[in-house]
Protein backbone atom coordinates (compact mmCIF):
# COMPACT_ATOMS: atom_id res chain seq x y z
CA UNK A 1 0.00 0.00 0.00
CA UNK A 2 2.92 2.66 1.30
CA UNK A 3 4.80 1.65 -2.00
CA UNK A 4 1.29 2.45 -3.94
CA UNK A 5 1.02 5.88 -2.53
CA UNK A 6 4.99 6.54 -3.01
CA UNK A 7 4.72 5.80 -6.38
CA UNK A 8 1.57 7.94 -7.24
CA UNK A 9 3.43 10.76 -5.64
CA UNK A 10 6.41 10.37 -7.55
CA UNK A 11 4.24 10.63 -10.94
CA UNK A 12 2.22 13.64 -9.72
CA UNK A 13 5.61 15.45 -9.28
CA UNK A 14 7.16 14.40 -12.35
CA UNK A 15 3.78 15.58 -13.87
CA UNK A 16 4.32 18.97 -12.22
CA UNK A 17 8.13 18.94 -13.13
CA UNK A 18 7.65 18.32 -16.55
CA UNK A 19 4.40 21.19 -17.04
CA UNK A 20 6.44 23.89 -15.15
CA UNK A 21 9.26 23.08 -17.42
CA UNK A 22 6.26 23.07 -20.93
CA UNK A 23 5.15 26.74 -19.17
CA UNK A 24 8.22 28.06 -18.54
CA UNK A 25 9.25 27.12 -22.12
CA UNK A 26 6.08 28.78 -23.51
CA UNK A 27 6.50 32.30 -21.58
CA UNK A 28 10.27 32.13 -22.46
CA UNK A 29 9.09 31.60 -26.15
CA UNK A 30 6.98 34.36 -26.39
CA UNK A 31 9.32 36.48 -24.59
CA UNK A 32 11.74 36.60 -27.30
CA UNK A 33 8.86 37.01 -30.23
CA UNK A 34 6.64 39.89 -28.03
CA UNK A 35 8.93 42.75 -29.22
CA UNK A 36 11.27 43.20 -31.98
CA UNK A 37 13.20 46.29 -33.00
CA UNK A 38 12.02 47.66 -36.37
CA UNK A 39 13.71 50.31 -38.17
CA UNK A 40 12.12 53.57 -36.88
CA UNK A 41 12.32 55.15 -40.43
CA UNK A 42 10.38 53.92 -42.95
CA UNK A 43 8.55 54.90 -46.29
CA UNK A 44 5.73 53.82 -48.51
CA UNK A 45 6.48 54.40 -52.20
CA UNK A 46 9.42 56.60 -51.35
CA UNK A 47 7.44 58.90 -49.36
CA UNK A 48 8.51 59.22 -45.49
CA UNK A 49 6.68 57.44 -42.97
CA UNK A 50 6.47 60.69 -40.03
CA UNK A 51 7.35 58.38 -36.90
CA UNK A 52 8.42 61.42 -34.83
CA UNK A 53 4.65 61.86 -34.55
CA UNK A 54 3.32 60.09 -31.20
CA UNK A 55 0.46 58.65 -32.96
CA UNK A 56 2.06 57.08 -35.97
CA UNK A 57 4.87 56.04 -33.69
CA UNK A 58 2.10 54.06 -32.05
CA UNK A 59 -0.72 53.16 -34.45
CA UNK A 60 2.91 51.63 -36.34
CA UNK A 61 3.83 49.61 -33.54
CA UNK A 62 0.26 48.24 -33.03
CA UNK A 63 0.59 46.71 -36.29
CA UNK A 64 4.16 45.30 -36.38
CA UNK A 65 3.13 43.53 -33.09
CA UNK A 66 0.07 42.28 -34.53
CA UNK A 67 1.32 40.92 -37.55
CA UNK A 68 4.41 39.68 -35.88
CA UNK A 69 2.52 37.71 -33.55
CA UNK A 70 -0.28 37.02 -36.27
CA UNK A 71 2.07 33.64 -37.14
CA UNK A 72 -0.55 31.67 -39.41
CA UNK A 73 -1.77 34.17 -41.86
CA UNK A 74 1.79 36.43 -41.70
CA UNK A 75 3.24 32.73 -42.44
CA UNK A 76 0.96 31.97 -45.41
CA UNK A 77 1.34 35.44 -47.09
CA UNK A 78 4.98 34.57 -47.03
CA UNK A 79 4.20 31.55 -48.71
CA UNK A 80 1.86 32.75 -51.34
CA UNK A 81 3.68 36.12 -51.93
CA UNK A 82 6.89 33.77 -53.82
CA UNK A 83 3.47 32.16 -56.12
CA UNK A 84 1.87 35.55 -56.31
CA UNK A 85 4.08 38.56 -56.45
CA UNK A 86 6.19 37.51 -59.79
CA UNK A 87 2.69 38.15 -61.74
CA UNK A 88 1.88 41.53 -59.84
CA UNK A 89 5.05 43.27 -59.66
CA UNK A 90 5.64 43.44 -63.25
CA UNK A 91 2.28 44.64 -63.96
CA UNK A 92 2.72 47.62 -61.41
CA UNK A 93 5.71 48.44 -63.33
CA UNK A 94 4.34 48.48 -66.66
CA UNK A 95 1.88 51.27 -64.99
CA UNK A 96 4.06 53.22 -63.12
CA UNK A 97 2.99 52.00 -59.85
CA UNK A 98 5.46 51.77 -56.85
CA UNK A 99 6.12 48.32 -55.88
CA UNK A 100 5.59 48.54 -52.46
CA UNK A 101 1.30 48.24 -53.75
CA UNK A 102 1.62 44.44 -53.80
CA UNK A 103 2.23 44.92 -49.79
CA UNK A 104 -1.61 46.23 -50.52
CA UNK A 105 -2.76 43.55 -52.01
CA UNK A 106 -1.39 41.23 -49.13
CA UNK A 107 -3.72 43.09 -46.49
CA UNK A 108 -6.79 43.44 -48.88
CA UNK A 109 -6.89 39.75 -49.14
CA UNK A 110 -4.19 37.32 -47.90
CA UNK A 111 -2.91 37.12 -51.44
CA UNK A 112 -6.00 34.70 -52.42
CA UNK A 113 -9.46 35.43 -53.69
CA UNK A 114 -11.23 36.32 -50.89
CA UNK A 115 -14.82 37.46 -50.72
CA UNK A 116 -16.24 40.28 -48.35
CA UNK A 117 -19.50 40.43 -46.54
CA UNK A 118 -19.87 43.50 -48.58
CA UNK A 119 -19.62 41.57 -51.85
CA UNK A 120 -16.08 42.14 -52.79
CA UNK A 121 -13.93 39.72 -54.21
CA UNK A 122 -10.49 38.63 -55.73
CA UNK A 123 -7.05 39.50 -54.62
CA UNK A 124 -7.18 42.87 -55.13
CA UNK A 125 -11.19 42.76 -53.41
CA UNK A 126 -12.94 44.69 -56.40
CA UNK A 127 -16.92 45.35 -55.93
CA UNK A 128 -19.05 44.38 -58.95
CA UNK A 129 -19.72 48.22 -59.83
CA UNK A 130 -16.05 49.60 -59.48
CA UNK A 131 -14.71 46.39 -61.48
CA UNK A 132 -17.55 46.75 -64.34
CA UNK A 133 -16.45 50.53 -64.65
CA UNK A 134 -12.73 49.16 -64.81
CA UNK A 135 -13.75 46.89 -67.53
CA UNK A 136 -13.83 43.78 -65.62
CA UNK A 137 -16.57 41.51 -67.15
CA UNK A 138 -18.68 40.47 -63.95
CA UNK A 139 -21.73 37.75 -64.33
CA UNK A 140 -22.94 34.78 -63.33
CA UNK A 141 -20.67 32.55 -65.51
CA UNK A 142 -17.42 34.80 -65.93
CA UNK A 143 -15.84 36.87 -62.85
CA UNK A 144 -12.67 38.63 -64.16
CA UNK A 145 -12.19 39.97 -60.56
CA UNK A 146 -11.04 36.54 -59.85
CA UNK A 147 -8.18 36.53 -62.72
CA UNK A 148 -4.96 37.95 -61.25
CA UNK A 149 -3.61 39.50 -64.01
CA UNK A 150 -6.78 41.80 -65.14
CA UNK A 151 -8.16 42.19 -61.32
CA UNK A 152 -3.82 43.95 -60.78
CA UNK A 153 -4.47 45.91 -64.21
CA UNK A 154 -7.51 47.71 -62.83
CA UNK A 155 -6.31 48.24 -59.54
CA UNK A 156 -3.39 50.03 -61.67
CA UNK A 157 -6.15 51.82 -63.23
CA UNK A 158 -7.42 52.98 -59.92
CA UNK A 159 -4.77 54.16 -58.16
CA UNK A 160 -3.15 56.03 -61.27
CA UNK A 161 -6.56 57.81 -61.10
CA UNK A 162 -6.21 58.76 -57.07
CA UNK A 163 -2.74 59.51 -57.73
CA UNK A 164 -3.75 62.08 -59.90
CA UNK A 165 -6.18 63.42 -57.40
CA UNK A 166 -4.43 63.25 -54.43
CA UNK A 167 -0.87 63.83 -55.20
CA UNK A 168 0.85 61.38 -53.41
CA UNK A 169 0.58 57.29 -53.03
CA UNK A 170 -0.21 57.16 -49.03
CA UNK A 171 -3.34 59.02 -50.00
CA UNK A 172 -3.93 56.89 -53.38
CA UNK A 173 -3.39 53.92 -51.12
CA UNK A 174 -6.06 55.13 -47.91
CA UNK A 175 -8.17 56.18 -50.37
CA UNK A 176 -8.14 52.10 -51.56
CA UNK A 177 -10.38 51.43 -48.76
CA UNK A 178 -11.92 54.44 -47.84
CA UNK A 179 -12.85 55.90 -50.93
CA UNK A 180 -11.38 59.01 -53.03
CA UNK A 181 -14.39 60.78 -52.51
CA UNK A 182 -14.43 59.83 -48.57
CA UNK A 183 -11.21 60.48 -47.51
CA UNK A 184 -11.21 64.35 -50.04
CA UNK A 185 -14.00 64.98 -48.29
CA UNK A 186 -12.66 64.05 -44.51
CA UNK A 187 -9.33 66.48 -45.86
CA UNK A 188 -11.48 68.79 -46.54
CA UNK A 189 -13.45 69.37 -43.72
CA UNK A 190 -10.16 68.61 -41.11
CA UNK A 191 -8.55 71.83 -43.68
CA UNK A 192 -5.25 68.58 -43.41
CA UNK A 193 -4.06 67.72 -46.89
CA UNK A 194 -1.79 63.95 -45.34
CA UNK A 195 -2.72 60.77 -44.34
CA UNK A 196 -0.98 60.87 -40.98
CA UNK A 197 -3.14 64.22 -40.19
CA UNK A 198 -6.60 63.33 -41.09
CA UNK A 199 -8.92 61.30 -38.72
CA UNK A 200 -10.34 58.84 -40.59
CA UNK A 201 -12.55 55.45 -39.75
CA UNK A 202 -10.86 52.50 -37.99
CA UNK A 203 -10.44 50.66 -40.46
CA UNK A 204 -8.78 53.45 -43.21
CA UNK A 205 -6.78 54.86 -40.31
CA UNK A 206 -5.40 51.62 -39.79
CA UNK A 207 -4.88 50.74 -43.55
CA UNK A 208 -1.73 52.21 -44.49
CA UNK A 209 0.00 51.51 -41.47
CA UNK A 210 -1.19 47.51 -41.77
CA UNK A 211 0.72 47.61 -45.56
CA UNK A 212 4.10 49.36 -43.74
CA UNK A 213 3.94 46.36 -41.23
CA UNK A 214 3.43 43.96 -43.66
CA UNK A 215 6.51 45.17 -45.94
CA UNK A 216 8.61 45.48 -43.47
CA UNK A 217 7.99 41.86 -42.12
CA UNK A 218 7.80 40.36 -45.58
CA UNK A 219 11.37 41.78 -46.54
CA UNK A 220 13.03 40.87 -43.54
CA UNK A 221 10.57 37.55 -42.29
CA UNK A 222 13.95 35.46 -40.28
CA UNK A 223 14.49 39.10 -38.59
CA UNK A 224 11.28 38.55 -36.93
CA UNK A 225 10.69 34.86 -36.35
CA UNK A 226 9.88 33.36 -39.53
CA UNK A 227 12.41 30.74 -40.99
CA UNK A 228 10.53 29.20 -43.86
CA UNK A 229 12.90 27.78 -46.18
CA UNK A 230 12.54 28.11 -50.09
CA UNK A 231 11.47 24.71 -50.57
CA UNK A 232 8.00 25.64 -48.40
CA UNK A 233 7.04 28.32 -50.47
CA UNK A 234 4.46 28.05 -52.92
CA UNK A 235 5.66 28.01 -56.62
CA UNK A 236 4.06 29.56 -59.85
CA UNK A 237 2.70 26.69 -61.79
CA UNK A 238 3.70 26.75 -65.35
CA UNK A 239 0.91 27.34 -67.66
CA UNK A 240 -0.51 27.27 -71.63
CA UNK A 241 -2.71 29.63 -72.80
CA UNK A 242 -5.76 28.38 -74.79
CA UNK A 243 -7.71 31.11 -77.05
CA UNK A 244 -11.84 29.94 -76.84
CA UNK A 245 -14.00 32.13 -78.78
CA UNK A 246 -17.24 29.76 -79.23
CA UNK A 247 -19.82 28.54 -76.16
CA UNK A 248 -18.11 25.53 -74.00
CA UNK A 249 -21.19 23.63 -73.22
CA UNK A 250 -19.21 21.32 -70.66
CA UNK A 251 -16.26 22.41 -68.46
CA UNK A 252 -15.32 19.06 -67.47
CA UNK A 253 -15.62 17.79 -70.73
CA UNK A 254 -13.25 20.97 -72.03
CA UNK A 255 -11.13 19.96 -68.93
CA UNK A 256 -10.46 16.32 -69.96
CA UNK A 257 -9.77 17.36 -73.58
CA UNK A 258 -6.68 19.28 -72.31
CA UNK A 259 -5.56 16.62 -70.21
CA UNK A 260 -6.42 17.71 -66.50
CA UNK A 261 -9.71 17.11 -64.83
CA UNK A 262 -12.45 19.87 -63.69
CA UNK A 263 -11.13 20.48 -60.40
CA UNK A 264 -7.70 21.69 -61.80
CA UNK A 265 -9.06 23.68 -64.40
CA UNK A 266 -11.33 25.77 -62.13
CA UNK A 267 -8.05 26.06 -59.92
CA UNK A 268 -6.07 27.48 -62.38
CA UNK A 269 -9.01 29.87 -63.94
CA UNK A 270 -11.36 30.87 -61.37
CA UNK A 271 -12.54 33.56 -63.19
CA UNK A 272 -15.17 30.42 -64.26
CA UNK A 273 -18.04 30.91 -62.18
CA UNK A 274 -19.95 27.96 -63.19
CA UNK A 275 -19.54 24.21 -65.42
CA UNK A 276 -19.88 25.88 -68.67
CA UNK A 277 -18.95 29.39 -70.92
CA UNK A 278 -21.29 30.86 -72.87
CA UNK A 279 -20.28 32.93 -75.50
CA UNK A 280 -22.41 33.94 -77.86
CA UNK A 281 -20.45 37.48 -78.76
CA UNK A 282 -17.74 35.31 -79.51
CA UNK A 283 -15.19 37.02 -77.27
CA UNK A 284 -11.85 36.04 -77.46
CA UNK A 285 -11.23 34.52 -73.96
CA UNK A 286 -7.70 33.03 -72.72
CA UNK A 287 -8.02 29.59 -71.04
CA UNK A 288 -5.09 28.57 -68.56
CA UNK A 289 -4.03 25.31 -68.50
CA UNK A 290 -1.14 24.20 -66.45
CA UNK A 291 1.80 22.21 -68.05
CA UNK A 292 3.78 20.86 -65.01
CA UNK A 293 2.67 20.50 -61.22
CA UNK A 294 0.40 17.49 -61.24
CA UNK A 295 2.01 14.27 -62.44
CA UNK A 296 4.37 12.24 -60.56
CA UNK A 297 7.24 12.72 -63.04
Known amino acids: MKKDVIKRFVLICAVIAVSALFIYATKTNVAQIAHVDYPTQMNFAQEEVPTFMADVEERLDREMVT ?106 AASYNGGMAGVQRQLESQKVNSYYDVLLTEETARYVYRILALKEIMKNPQKYGFEIPAHALY ?46 SKKKYEIAIPTAGYSKE
Open 235 to 280: SEIPVKKIEVDSTVTDLADFALSQGINYKILKIHNPWLRDKSLPNK
Open 67 to 172: NINYHTNTTLVIKRANKVFPIIEPILAKNGIPDDFKYLAVIESSLVNAVSPAGARGVWQFMPTTAKEKGMEVNDFVDERYDLEKSTEAACSYLKEAYLKFGNWTLA
